[in-house]
C-alpha cells in the first residue's frame, strides 16, 4: 500500500516539483526490493548533483512501494560534528527529543560496532512479513561515527530482507569513509547516476508549473541553461516571466537561492580574483584565459583561476591550443553576471568589443553594452542579419534582426527589421515564434510590411486563400523593391499550391525581375520549375536549367534549382536522372529553408517508391514528414504524410498508414489548397483501395474532378486510381470518361508511367465488358509503356492483372508466367498485400503458393532498414549516423530484429536475410 511521505520536511522546496520520467531508475529500484524480498539483502547508491532529483526519486519509489516498513533519515550540514545524530534518528524514528537522547546514549558508549549492532537490532525487530527499506539521504553530510556504525551493519545485512538507499553527489566525496567507500563501490551496489531531465519531460514541467507551455527554443534554451536539473528549472520557472523565459533575447538567470550560494563564494575571493570572474561571466561561459585576463586588466591570472577553481567558480580544462577558462555549469556563470550589475556590465562588454578579434564578437558586446535605440548599431545588426541569412543561418538571422529593431529609431525601421526577423525564424521553421512576432509588430497594421507578414504566416498554416489575399493586397501597397520580391516569391509559393500554374508563372517572372535580397523565400526557382512541370512544359523548365553544372559541382545557393530539375524529370519518367538530382540536393538543402528540406526528402521519397528503393523510401519520407512537424509546415503535410501513407499502404501496414492519414487537415478545399487536396485524396483512396472499399475511394477521390486539380499525370497519380475504383463498382460509363480524358492528355504528352497504369485500367475494365481481345491489347500496351520507364512496382500490378485475366480465360500457363514476375517483385519490394493477391492467383493456376511468412521476415518498416543496413556491413554508429538516431536505438531495434528471427549474431542475421531474398 502506498505510505505517508518519510522524506518530506517542511523547508524542503524540492518537494513542491512535480516528478517526471526515472522510470528505468523506478524499475531497477523495484527489481532490487523483490530481490530483498526474497532474502538477498540490496544497497544502492544514488548518485547526482544537487537538485537533480535523488530525494524526488527515493520519495516516490516509497510511495509506490508495497509490504514495506521504511527507516528513514537525512544528513544535515550543520549537523556533521554530532556523533551519531543519523543513527539515532535511525533508532528513534519518533520525537526528535528520543533521536537525539539516542544518540547521546550511543556517544557515552563510543563503540562504533557496538552502534552499528544496535542498528541491526532495529532492523531485526521491524514488523515480520515487509522488506525492510533504510534510506540515508544525503549521506555525504552524516557525522562520521553514523556513517561507519552503518558500514558495518550493511555488511551484515546480505542474507536479511533488507534493501539498504543511500544518496550522495558524488562517491568520490572525501567526506565518507573508507569502510562505507569501499562497501558502495562494490560490483554487487547497484549505482545509479541521475542526470538531468531529457528536452520532453522539461518541456512537460514546463506545461505543469505555467498557464501556457513555452515553445519547444524555449524549453531547448532552460535545458541547456540549467542542464535539465529539474531543481533549478523548477525555480526558473517560477521566478522568471513565462515571456522572458520563451524570449531567445534573454540572458537567463539563476535561480535565486542558487545565485546567493555562488555570490557567497565569490564574496570570499581577494579582488583581482572577482575581477577575472566577472570577466569570464561576461564573455561567456568558456572563454580563452588571455582575453579574460586582459577583460580583468590582471597581468597575471593564474593565482586567481587557482583562487576561483578552489571555490568551485571557475576551472582550466586540459585544451590544446591556448588556455581557456569554463564556468563548471551554465548557472554558475549566470549568478557572477547578473551579480555584477548593469552598469558594470555595460563596461565590461564595451571594453570586451575592443578586444575582440572578429566582427561577429564585437557586434555581440556592442549590443550587450546598449541600453538605448542605437541606429548605427541597428544597421550594422540588420547587415549582419543578412549576412547570416546568405550563409544559411536564420536563427542567427533572427536574433540579429530581431535586436536591431529593438534599436532602431523610428516604427517603421522597426516594423522592416522586425519582419526580416519574422522572415528569418520562418527560414528556420519557429513557427509559433514568427507567428507571435507578427502579432507584436509596431506600426500601421494595414501597412505592405504588416500585410506581408501575415501572408507568409497563413500561407505557412496552409490558409492559401487568406494569404493569396494578404498578398495581394500587400503588392498594392508596396513602394519598397526589397519587400516587393519578397512578396512575389510568397505568391509564387502560393499559386503553386493553389494549382493555379498560370499564376505561378506570372509571380515568378514579376520577382526574378526584381533585385535579389537576402530574406528571400529559397523556393522561387524551385515553385517556376514545379509549375512548368505541372503544366506539362517539362522541356521548357529543363531548358532554363542548361547553365546547371553537374550535380556534383551544385552548391547550397541552386539547392533549390537542383531540386526543380529533379522534379522536372521525375515527373516526366526520367525516374532515374531526378532520382539522382534528388539524391544530391538533399544534403545541400540542410542549412536552407525547412520548407526546402521537407520537399527536398518528399520528392526523394517518391522517386525512390517509383524506382522500388522502398526502404530507403520510407527513411527519406518519415525523416521528412517529421520534419514538417517539427518545423510547423502545415502547407506542406499533406504531400509528406500522404506520400508516406502510400507506401506503408503499399506495404501492409495499414495501422501506420492510417495514423499517417490522421492529422491531414480537413479544410483543404476551403483553404483552397489544392495540391493539399491532390495528395490527401489520394493517400485515402489507396488505403481504401487495399482495404477492398472502391466505394470510398471514389467518395475520396471523385470531388477532385470538378476543381483545378488536372494536373500532368506524372505530379501526382491519382485519376488511374480513380478509374480503377469506378471499374470496380461497375460505373463503366464513368470510369471510361476518366480513362478518356487521361489517355489524351498522357499521349499528347508521352507520359509512359502514365500509359501503363492506364493500359493495365484499360484492360480490366475491358474484361469486365467480356472484349477479351481488346483487353489484351491494353494489357501488353500497358506492358510496353512499362518498359521505357522504371517502375518495378507498376509493372508487377500490370503483371498480376494481367495474369488473372489470362487465368481466367484458361491460359494457366501463360498466366503463371507473369504472375511468377510480379511475386518475385512484390516479395523483393516487401509489398505484402499484392504479393497475397499473387500467391492467390498463382495457386488458382494450379500451382502451390508461397506463404508471404516464409519470404518475408515480419519486421517494421525501420527495422527492415536497419537490418539490410547491417547486411552491408555498417556498425552500429555507422547506421545510427545515417538514420540519424541513437546508438542505443539502434541497439534496441537489433535486440528486436534478432527476438523476430530468431538469430543471436550479425552474421545469423546477414544469411537469413540473404536466403529470405
Not at 547587415?383 to 530581431?402: D, E, I, N, P
Not at 517539427?630 to 502510400?646: C, I, K, N, S
Request: glycine residues 8%.
Amino acid at each position: 500500500m502506498p505510505h505517508a511521505d518519510p522524506l518530506r520536511t517542511p523547508d524542503d522546496a524540492a518537494s513542491d516539483i512535480p516528478f517526471f520520467g526515472r522510470e528505468e531508475e523506478l524499475a531497477a529500484l523495484n527489481s532490487c526490493l523483490r530481490a530483498a524480498a526474497n532474502g538477498t539483502g540490496r544497497l544502492v547508491l544514488i548518485e547526482g548533483r544537487p537538485g537533480i532529483g535523488k530525494t524526488a526519486l527515493v520519495r516516490r519509489f516509497l510511495r509506490l512501494a508495497d509490504h514495506v516498513t521504511t527507516l528513514v533519515a537525512g544528513g544535515v550540514e550543520d549537523e556533521t560534528a554530532l556523533a551519531y545524530g543519523v543513527l539515532g534518528r535511525f533508532l528513534s524514528p519518533a520525537p526528535a527529543s528520543a533521536s537525539v537522547a539516542t544518540a547521546e546514549a550511543l556517544r557515552e558508549r563510543a563503540d562504533v560496532f557496538a552502534a552499528g549492532s544496535c542498528l541491526l537490532d532495529r532492523v531485526s525487530c521491524l514488523e515480520d512479513g515487509r522488506t525492510a527499506v533504510l534510506v540515508l539521504d544525503d549521506a555525504h553530510w552524516a557525522d562520521t561515527p553514523s556513517l561507519r556504525a552503518l558500514a558495518f551493519a550493511l555488511r551484515r545485512l546480505d542474507t536479511d530482507r533488507v534493501m539498504a538507499v543511500l544518496t550522495v553527489p558524488d562517491l568520490g566525496d572525501a567526506r565518507l569513509p573508507e569502510g562505507l567507500h569501499r562497501l558502495l563501490d562494490d560490483d554487487s551496489t547497484l549505482r545509479l547516476p541521475l542526470r538531468g531531465l531529457p528536452v520532453a519531460q522539461l518541456a512537460a514541467l514546463s506545461a505543469k508549473l505555467l498557464a501556457d507551455p513555452l515553445p519547444l527554443a524555449a524549453v531547448v534554451r532552460l535545458h541547456e541553461h540549467t542542464h535539465g536539473n529539474p531543481l533549478h528549472a523548477c525555480a526558473l520557472l517560477r521566478q522568471v516571466p513565462p515571456a522572458l523565459l520563451a524570449s531567445p533575447d534573454t540572458d537567463l538567470p539563476a535561480p535565486r537561492s542558487f545565485g546567493l550560494l555562488v555570490v557567497a563564494r565569490l564574496a570570499r575571493c581577494a579582488y583581482p580574483t572577482q575581477q577575472l570572474v566577472a570577466a569570464a561571466s561576461v564573455l561567456g561561459v568558456t572563454s580563452p584565459l588571455p582575453l579574460a585576463a586582459r577583460l580583468a586588466a590582471i597581468e597575471d591570472p593564474l593565482p586567481a583561476v587557482e583562487e576561483a577553481a578552489a571555490q568551485d567558480l571557475l576551472h582550466l580544462p586540459l585544451t590544446v591550443g591556448a588556455p581557456s577558462l569554463a564556468f563548471p555549469h551554465p548557472l554558475i556563470r549566470a549568478a557572477v553576471y547578473h551579480h555584477i550589475g548593469p552598469a558594470r556590465r555595460a563596461a565590461l562588454h564595451t571594453r570586451a568589443a575592443l578586444l575582440a578579434e572578429d566582427d561577429f564578437s564585437t557586434l555581440k558586446h556592442r549590443l550587450l553594452a546598449a541600453a538605448f535605440p542605437d541606429p548605427p548599431l541597428a544597421a550594422d545588426l540588420a547587415a549582419g542579419a543578412r549576412l547570416a541569412m546568405r550563409a544559411g543561418s536564420g536563427a542567427t538571422a533572427a536574433l540579429l534582426a530581431g535586436h536591431a529593431a529593438r534599436l532602431a529609431a523610428t516604427d517603421t525601421a522597426r516594423a522592416q527589421l522586425a519582419v526580416e526577423a519574422t522572415d528569418a525564424l520562418l527560414h528556420d521553421g519557429r513557427v509559433p515564434e514568427a507567428t507571435e512576432a507578427v502579432g507584436a509588430l509596431p506600426g500601421d497594421s494595414a501597412s505592405a510590411s504588416h500585410r506581408y507578414a501575415r501572408g507568409r504566416i497563413a500561407l505557412v498554416l496552409g490558409e492559401a486563400r487568406d494569404a493569396r489575399a494578404l498578398l495581394q493586397d500587400a503588392w498594392t501597397r508596396c513602394a519598397d523593391p526589397a519587400l516587393a520580391r519578397r512578396i512575389a516569391e510568397q505568391l509564387t509559393c502560393t499559386c503553386l499550391i493553389q494549382c493555379s500554374t498560370a499564376s505561378v508563372l506570372h509571380w515568378a517572372n514579376l520577382a526574378q525581375a526584381l533585385p535579389p535580397t537576402a530574406f528571400g523565400s529559397g523556393m522561387l526557382r524551385f515553385a517556376h520549375m514545379a509549375a512548368l512541370g505541372m503544366a506539362g512544359a517539362t522541356t521548357e523548365g529543363l531548358a532554363h536549367m542548361q547553365g546547371l553544372p553537374d550535380r556534383v559541382l551544385v552548391q547550397e545557393d541552386d539547392a533549390d534549382l537542383l531540386i526543380g530539375r529533379g522534379v522536372l524529370r521525375l515527373w516526366s519518367d526520367d525516374v532515374e536522372g531526378g532520382h539522382a538530382d534528388l539524391r544530391a540536393a538533399l544534403p545541400l538543402c540542410r542549412r536552407g529553408p525547412a520548407a526546402l528540406q521537407v520537399l527536398g526528402g518528399v520528392l526523394l521519397g517518391e522517386a525512390e517508391f517509383r524506382l522500388g528503393r522502398w526502404d530507403d523510401a520510407l527513411l527519406h519520407l518519415e525523416s521528412a514528414s517529421a520534419t514538417c512537424t517539427d518545423t510547423g509546415q502545415l502547407w506542406l503535410e499533406p504531400m509528406a504524410y500522404g506520400q508516406t501513407a502510400v507506401v506503408l499502404a503499399a506495404r501492409g501496414e495499414q495501422g501506420l498508414s492510417a495514423r499517417y492519414l490522421h492529422p491531414l487537415r480537413s479544410g483543404n478545399e476551403q483553404c483552397h489548397n489544392e495540391l493539399g487536396r491532390l495528395h490527401s485524396a489520394r493517400a485515402l483512396a489507396h488505403l481504401a483501395a487495399l482495404r477492398d472499399a472502391p466505394e470510398q475511394a471514389v467518395s475520396a477521390l471523385r470531388p477532385l474532378l470538378e476543381g483545378a486539380a488536372r494536373v500532368d499525370p506524372g505530379v501526382v497519380p491519382w485519376t488511374d486510381l480513380l478509374a480503377e475504383s469506378l471499374v470496380e463498382l461497375g460505373e463503366y460509363h464513368e470510369a471510361e470518361e476518366v480513362l478518356g480524358h487521361l489517355e489524351e492528355t498522357a499521349s499528347a504528352r508521352l507520359r509512359h508511367s502514365a500509359l501503363a497504369s492506364l493500359g493495365r485500367i484499360r484492360g480490366t475494365l475491358l474484361a469486365a465488358r467480356h472484349d477479351k481481345e481488346a483487353a489484351e491489347r491494353a494489357y501488353l500496351d500497358g506492358l510496353g509503356h512499362a518498359d521505357h520507364v522504371r517502375n518495378p512496382f507498376e509493372r508487377a500490378r500490370i503483371g498480376l492483372d494481367f495474369g488473372a485475366f489470362l487465368r481466367r480465360s484458361g491460359r494457366r500457363s501463360e498466366a503463371a508466367v507473369h504472375l511468377r514476375r510480379s511475386m518475385a517483385v512484390f516479395t523483393e519490394l516487401g509489398s505484402a498485400p499484392y504479393l497475397a493477391r499473387c500467391e492467390r492467383e498463382f495457386a488458382a493456376c494450379g500451382y502451390g503458393g508461397t506463404s508471404i511468412s516464409t519470404r518475408m521476415p515480419p519486421l517494421t518498416p525501420q527495422e527492415l532498414t536497419i537490418a539490410r543496413l547491417v547486411t552491408t556491413g555498417r556498425t552500429n554508429r555507422q547506421i545510427a549516423r545515417e538514420l540519424m538516431l541513437s546508438i542505443k536505438t539502434v541497439e534496441c531495434h537489433l535486440s528486436h530484429i534478432y527476438a523476430k528471427l530468431d538469430n543471436s549474431s550479425r552474421v545469423a542475421l546477414i544469411n537469413r536475410l540473404s536466403a529470405g531474398r
